[in-house]
C-alpha cells in the first residue's frame, strides 16, 4: 500500500478555511484515498473519502488532482472543535485496511 | 449501522499480569475486524486483523494475541504484560459502502502496565 506524507502540524484561526495536503506518490490505479479525525482519548472518526477529481460532504472537500499522487482536504470555516488529528489512508480498492496510520497532522485552531 | 462495544475505558495493570480486552459489534455480520494500538502523540499501529471466526492475522511480533471465538466479538489477550503493552487500544470494523470500505472504531481502552 502507497505510503503517505503529511505535514506535522497546522495553525489556524477560528473562521478560517484550513487545507491539509497528503502525498502518496506510490499510489496504485485501484487505490482510494480515505481521510480520518481524531480527537484525544477517542477512536479515528471518518471524514471523507475519494478516488479522484473532488468529493463534498457536509463536513469537508476532498481535492485530488488528475494525477493523484497527492490529496487536500478542505475544512471550510474551522471552529475551536476542530482542533484534531487528522490522518491520510490510501488504501487498497480490494479492501483490509492493512495499514500502519502516520502520525497524522495536528491542526490547532485558535480563537 | 455498525455498534463497535469495546471495554474497559481505563485498565491499570502491573508487569507480568495477564490481559483480556474484549469488543463487540453490533449491525453487521461476517466483518472484517481490527485491533490499533496508539503509543501517546503517536499514529495508529496495526496489530491484529481478522476476517472471520478463527482467522486471526499478526501484523507485528509482540506480547499479545488476539482471538475471535464468535462472528461479531473480538478478543485481544495477553499472558504476561510488559512495560511497553502500555498504550491506547482500538477495535475497528471495516464496513463496506458503496463499493469502498471504511473503518468504524470503538471508544477505545486506555492501558496502564505499572
Known amino acids: 500500500l502507497a505510503k503517505t506524507t503529511q505535514p506535522i502540524s497546522m495553525d489556524s484561526y477560528e473562521g478560517q478555511e484550513v487545507n491539509i495536503t497528503c502525498s502518496h506518490n506510490n499510489i496504485a490505479t485501484n487505490d482510494y484515498i480515505t481521510w480520518y479525525q481524531q480527537f484525544p482519548s477517542q477512536g479515528p472518526r471518518f471524514i471523507i473519502q475519494g478516488y479522484k477529481t473532488k468529493v463534498t460532504n457536509e463536513v469537508a472537500s476532498l481535492f485530488i488532482p488528475a494525477d493523484r499522487k497527492s490529496s487536500t482536504l478542505s475544512l471550510p470555516r474551522v471552529s475551536l472543535s476542530d482542533t484534531a488529528v487528522y490522518y491520510c489512508?490510501?488504501?487498497?480498492?480490494?479492501?483490509?485496511?492493512?495499514?500502519?496510520f502516520g502520525a497524522g497532522t495536528r491542526l490547532f485552531v485558535k480563537a | 449501522s455498525q455498534t463497535i462495544h469495546q471495554w474497559p475505558a481505563t485498565l491499570v495493570q502491573p508487569v507480568g499480569s495477564p490481559l483480556s480486552l474484549e469488543c463487540t459489534v453490533e449491525g453487521t455480520s461476517n466483518p472484517n475486524l481490527y485491533w490499533y494500538r496508539q503509543a501517546a502523540g503517536r499514529g495508529l499501529q496495526l496489530l491484529f486483523y481478522s476476517v472471520g471466526i478463527g482467522q486471526i492475522s499478526s501484523e507485528v511480533p509482540q506480547n499479545l494475541s488476539a482471538s475471535r471465538p464468535q462472528d461479531r466479538q473480538f478478543i485481544l489477550s495477553s499472558k504476561k504484560l510488559l512495560l511497553s503493552d502500555s498504550g491506547f487500544y482500538l477495535c475497528a470494523c471495516a464496513a463496506l459502502e458503496g463499493v469502498n470500505e471504511k473503518l468504524f472504531f470503538g471508544s477505545g481502552t486506555q492501558l496502564s502496565v505499572l
Open positions: 489512508l490510501v488504501v487498497g480498492q480490494s479492501g483490509g485496511f492493512k495499514t500502519i
